[in-house]
């Protein structure tokens, strides 16, 4: 089946600092990719969604100047969490879709400020 | 708007014993739908998924789902429960492909030997 990872696993930052999330599709071309975000015990909120190649649309309440994304190749798409905040403490997690319905998931990223 | 209810936040059953857990959607065009599993800290994988071919879709590790459209109803069942079942089970639904899915709460799943 379709493999996503995500790099790093697991970061813990100090607060004000900048952290970068890669998400990448191994064995296939990812057309569209998903940032989503997660608290714990809750369900998974999408952030954004990114297209290879252009501008992420955000959703409402996201804030795009702190949470940049790029879409820079079929199989890579970054989240960079600028100036992070302890309330930005979460599990990050991506998705990516090629030309078909389904979604494959990468194993999250655990976000830690301090 | 399109929605995801899943019905019971936790849901507990028996080692061996039937698991059913419960989906319904909202939507007013055909969907595609699925079902994720996620352990502790881990991403979502999927277990299967509606595409409006067959109504009764199988996936992995023993658990097939129902599509209903009378009942706007997709539920997750498994004739028997294994420990390894445990863990959180979300629903979520798409409307087009390659657009973002909505998710229902999630319900955990506990299994006691």
């Known amino acids: 089946g379709a493999v996503v990872s995500q790099h790093p696993s697991r970061v813990i930052c100090k607060s004000g600092t900048s952290v970068k999330i890669e998400c990448r599709s191994l064995?296939?071309?990812?057309?569209?990719m998903f940032w989503y975000r997660q608290f714990p015990k809750q369900s998974l909120m999408l952030m954004a969604t990114s297209n290879e190649g252009s501008k992420a649309t955000y959703e409402q309440g996201v804030e795009k100047d702190k949470f940049l994304i790029n879409h820079a190749s079929l199989t890579l798409s970054t989240l960079t969490v600028t100036s992070a905040h302890p309330e930005d403490s979460s599990f990050y997690i991506c998705s990516a879709s090629g030309s078909q319905e389904t979604q494959y998931f990468g194993p999250g990223t655990r976000l830690l400020v301090l | 708007a399109q929605s995801v209810t899943q019905l019971g936040s936790h849901v507990s059953v028996s080692e061996g014993a039937l698991v059913l857990l419960r989906c319904n959607y909202s939507?007013?065009?055909?969907?595609?739908l699925f079902w994720y599993v996620q352990y502790p800290n881990q991403g979502l994988q999927l277990l299967l998924k509606?595409?409006?071919?067959?109504?009764l879709v199988k996936g992995i590790n023993g658990f097939e789902a129902e599509f209903k459209k009378s009942e706007t109803s997709f539920h997750l069942t498994k004739p028997s429960a294994h420990m390894s079942d445990a863990a959180e089970y979300f629903c979520?639904?798409?409307?087009?492909?390659?657009?973002?899915?909505?998710f229902g709460k999630g319900t955990t799943l506990s299994v006691s030997s």
């Open positions: 939507s007013s065009v055909p969907p595609y």
């Open positions: 979520a639904v798409s409307f087009q492909a390659g657009t973002a899915l909505i």
């Open positions: 064995d296939f071309q990812a057309t569209t």
């Open positions: 509606y595409t409006s071919a067959a109504t």
